[in-house]
């Protein structure tokens, strides 16, 4: 049975800005920017904004998996990292404020684990840069070795191996080297690092309930840092027979997901997942070490044990080896000052410390205040009821949303959908000029960018964006327009997110809803009509996920099995709010009669 979590904590909503400010009090080296709660940012105290000159190395994503990232920021690791809320990646503005603050002339080098919203968000954060003349390289990180090579677009997920690349590259970049070298050196560690998680209990979110899904004789192989579920669920096994399954997986010469042969040379990392005691970790290190020597003919030239990348209060531990050589060694064994490395903290804490200013963003307008009509027009009150059912219907959703998707994700879509759903009631009061259909769409966009974070976050602002691109050509907002508008939304989302029709994704409700409305008023249909049956065709297209495999998001890391019967969370979602906001139009129009 389910119960509470209990945490040390108090608001969860405030639970990352105040593991910030309790880090930045604790390490002297390290400050932060003063954008809470939206921008979460720490930074080397000792770097100037512009003035840097070395090659400025950020990384960053979901919190929840501390140390890690923050706790790596130092000289010769990370000059910044970025938080986004627990288990969602940061926004794009967060991404850039972090690139500006510390961003010299050397530039700067973004090192970004294998999620797709992660992708999406560092990646879209680096055009941005790059267009403010920045220099910019990227590199992704996937050393997950536990499933099998991975279907569709997804990729391999990012774990504990991406904080040997973060030091790597840190050490890099603080021995001067140009941006193209730094980034050459990451990109070869990100290649020859491969890690696999084993865990003996689910991690519990903040301010949510623990997961029954593990028995407590029971131990899951192969999960990921999130939370989802891994590749199969065993009895528990003594920590040498786990150790043995695991290093056999990693080293495979099936999947051969590392260039590891008898001969090679490599450094082992046996990581916390942060609920296992470090008498624990040493245990499976010292199985770990005679087993790659005498099984596997691998010479150990480093062992890192401690707690680097978690996953919340997680019990259990990953396993990390990199294919080690002259240069690699170099780097690990630079000096550095970062605080959750290995090595001990140094320095006085100051008496007090002040936030750094967040930097201002260039396409900034502090005069451009946008403010509701006094008097809405007849479109502007279809549009608020449309909007305010839509987020209702969201906000009671939530509990059902992070039910579903507990079982098949990460557990946060409901509390990530309502925390955009609340902010859009709000700003609807004060800031949306309802009159102006395309000006409401890319405010709600701005809304949701601001608030949401994770993939969920940046998949409907690119959503909303595309709509206002689209209903800003039209002088005058007619069904036609937003059914051109849909159109385009659902296309922008595919091309960016790099899913489709059958991926398991809210697109799964959007498509068919697309193309039934575009269809019903091609026919001449009465459009509120059209409306309301687009909206059952995006409910049946949600109801169809039961059946698909998945094909991106991290759904796809989870067997078919475990996601049968189950909705994909996203298209429920979606499909939820589309047919609230067809209803709302009818009972504006044609009253409560059916």
Same mark, same amino acid.
């Given at each position: 049975?389910?119960?509470?979590?209990?945490?040390?904590?108090?608001?969860?909503?405030?639970? +990352?800005?105040?593991?910030?400010?309790?880090?930045?009090?604790?390490?002297?080296?390290?400050? $932060?920017?003063?954008?809470?709660?939206?921008?979460?940012?720490?930074?080397?105290?000792?770097?100037?904004?512009?003035? $840097?000159?070395?090659?400025? +190395?950020?990384?960053?994503?979901?919190?929840?998996?501390?140390?890690?990232? %923050?706790?790596?920021?130092?000289?010769?690791?990370?000059?910044?990292?970025?938080?986004? =809320?627990?288990?969602?990646?940061?926004?794009?503005?967060?991404?850039?404020?972090?690139?500006?603050? +510390?961003?010299?002339?050397?530039?700067?080098?973004?090192?970004?684990?294998?999620?797709?919203?992660?992708?999406?968000?560092?990646?879209?954060?680096?055009?941005?840069?790059?267009?403010?003349?920045?220099?910019?390289?990227?590199?992704?990180?996937?050393?997950?070795?536990?499933?099998?090579?991975?279907?569709?677009?997804?990729?391999?997920?990012?774990?504990?191996?991406?904080?040997?690349?973060?030091?790597?590259?840190?050490?890099?970049?603080?021995?001067?080297?140009?941006?193209?070298?730094?980034?050459?050196?990451?990109?070869?560690?990100?290649?020859?690092?491969?890690?696999?998680?084993?865990?003996?209990?689910?991690?519990?979110?903040?301010?949510?309930?623990?997961? =029954?899904?593990?028995?407590?004789?029971?131990?899951?192989?192969?999960?990921?840092?999130?939370?989802?579920?891994?590749?199969? +669920?065993?009895?528990?096994?003594?920590? =040498?027979?786990?150790?043995?399954?695991?290093?056999?997986?990693?080293?495979?010469?099936?999947?051969?997901?590392?260039?590891?042969?008898?001969?090679?040379?490599?450094?082992?990392? *046996?990581?916390?997942?942060?609920?296992?005691? *470090?008498?624990?970790?040493?245990?499976?290190?010292?199985?770990?070490?005679?087993?790659?020597?005498? /099984?596997?003919?691998?010479?150990?030239?480093?062992?890192?044990?401690?707690?680097?990348?978690?996953?919340?209060?997680?019990?259990?531990?990953?396993?990390?080896?990199?294919?080690?050589?002259?240069?690699?060694?170099?780097?690990?064994?630079?000096?550095?000052?970062?605080?959750?490395?290995?090595?001990?903290?140094?320095?006085?804490?100051?008496?007090?410390?002040?936030?750094?200013?967040?930097?201002?963003?260039?396409?900034?307008?502090?005069?451009?205040?946008?403010?509701?009509?006094?008097?809405?027009?007849?479109?502007?009150?279809?549009?608020?009821?449309?909007?305010?059912?839509?987020?209702?219907?969201?906000?009671?959703?939530? =509990?059902?949303?992070?039910?579903?998707?507990?079982?098949?994700?990460?557990?946060?879509?409901?509390?990530?959908?309502?925390?955009?759903?609340?902010? *859009?009631?709000?700003?609807?009061?004060?800031?949306?000029?309802?009159?102006?259909?395309?000006?409401?769409?890319?405010?709600?966009?701005?809304?949701?960018?601001?608030?949401?974070?994770?993939?969920?976050?940046?998949?409907?602002?690119?959503?909303?964006?595309?709509?206002?691109?689209?209903?800003?050509?039209?002088?005058?907002?007619?069904?036609?327009?937003?059914?051109?508008?849909? /159109?385009?939304?659902?296309?922008?989302?595919?091309?960016?997110?790099?899913?489709?029709?059958? $991926?398991?994704?809210?697109?799964?409700?959007?498509?068919?809803?697309?193309?039934?409305?575009?269809?019903?008023?091609?026919?001449?249909?009465?459009?509120?009509?059209?409306?309301?049956?687009?909206?059952?065709?995006?409910?049946?297209?949600?109801?169809?996920?039961?059946?698909?495999?998945?094909?991106?998001?991290?759904?796809?890391?989870?067997?078919?099995?475990?996601?049968?019967? *189950?909705?994909?969370?996203?298209?429920?979602?979606?499909?939820?709010?589309?047919?609230?906001? %067809?209803?709302?139009?009818?009972?504006?129009?044609?009253?409560?009669?059916?």
């Amino acid at each position: 049975m389910a119960f509470q979590g209990k945490k040390l904590i108090n608001n969860p909503d405030d639970v +990352v800005t105040e593991f910030i400010e309790g880090l930045v009090e604790t390490y002297p080296g390290l400050q $932060y920017l003063d954008g809470f709660p939206q921008i979460k940012v720490v930074l080397r105290a000792d770097v100037e904004r512009g003035a $840097y000159d070395k090659v400025a +190395v950020i990384s960053g994503g979901g919190s929840g998996h501390e140390p890690a990232h %923050a706790g790596f920021v130092g000289p010769g690791m990370l000059t910044a990292a970025v938080s986004g =809320d627990v288990f969602a990646s940061p926004p794009v503005d967060s991404i850039l404020a972090a690139i500006r603050a +510390v961003t010299g002339p050397m530039g700067c080098l973004l090192i970004v684990k294998n999620y797709t919203g992660d992708r999406l968000n560092f990646g879209l954060a680096a055009e941005q840069a790059k267009s403010e003349g920045y220099k910019m390289e990227m590199v992704i990180v996937g050393d997950d070795c536990a499933l099998p090579p991975p279907r569709g677009i997804t990729g391999r997920r990012g774990l504990a191996g991406t904080v040997l690349v973060h030091k790597v590259a840190g050490a890099a970049a603080d021995a001067g080297l140009s941006l193209a070298d730094v980034a050459a050196e990451a990109k070869h560690a990100s290649e020859v690092v491969g890690t696999m998680g084993v865990a003996l209990s689910v991690c519990t979110l903040p301010g949510q309930v623990t997961s =029954d899904r593990l028995s407590p004789k029971q131990m899951e192989l192969g999960l990921g840092i999130h939370g989802e579920p891994g590749v199969a +669920v065993v009895e528990l096994q003594p920590v =040498d027979v786990v150790v043995e399954h695991v290093l056999k997986q990693i080293l495979s010469q099936e999947t051969q997901y590392l260039p590891i042969t008898r001969g090679s040379n490599a450094v082992l990392l *046996i990581n916390g997942l942060g609920a296992t005691p *470090i008498m624990e970790l040493m245990i499976a290190a010292r199985k770990a070490v005679p087993e790659l020597q005498l /099984e596997y003919g691998i010479a150990v030239d480093r062992v890192y044990t401690g707690t680097l990348m978690t996953s919340l209060d997680m019990a259990g531990l990953s396993i990390t080896i990199m294919k080690s050589d002259e240069n690699i060694l170099k780097r690990l064994d630079a000096p550095t000052k970062a605080p959750a490395w290995p090595v001990g903290s140094e320095g006085n804490r100051p008496p007090a410390k002040f936030p750094v200013p967040v930097p201002p963003s260039p396409s900034m307008k502090d005069d451009e205040i946008l403010t509701q009509p006094q008097e809405l027009s007849k479109q502007g009150c279809i549009l608020e009821a449309a909007i305010e059912a839509s987020a209702t219907e969201i906000i009671n959703l939530k =509990d059902s949303l992070n039910e579903w998707d507990n079982k098949v994700g990460d557990g946060d879509c409901g509390t990530t959908m309502y925390r955009g759903a609340t902010a *859009i009631l709000e700003d609807m009061k004060k800031r949306y000029p309802m009159n102006d259909a395309a000006g409401t769409i890319n405010e709600i966009g701005a809304t949701i960018r601001r608030v949401m974070g994770g993939t969920s976050g940046i998949l409907y602002d690119i959503l909303f964006k595309a709509a206002y691109a689209s209903l800003k050509q039209s002088r005058t907002v007619t069904a036609n327009e937003w059914a051109d508008a849909l /159109e385009a939304s659902v296309a922008a989302v595919s091309k960016y997110g790099g899913a489709s029709a059958g $991926y398991r994704t809210m697109l799964d409700a959007l498509i068919p809803a697309s193309t039934v409305l575009k269809q019903r008023l091609k026919a001449g249909e009465d459009p509120v009509t059209a409306f309301i049956a687009s909206s059952e065709a995006a409910s049946a297209g949600a109801e169809s996920t039961k059946q698909m495999q998945a094909k991106a998001g991290r759904s796809s890391y989870i067997a078919p099995d475990l996601l049968a019967s *189950i909705p994909d969370p996203g298209a429920m979602a979606a499909a939820a709010w589309y047919r609230a906001a %067809a209803l709302a139009v009818k009972n504006k129009l044609h009253g409560s009669k059916t």
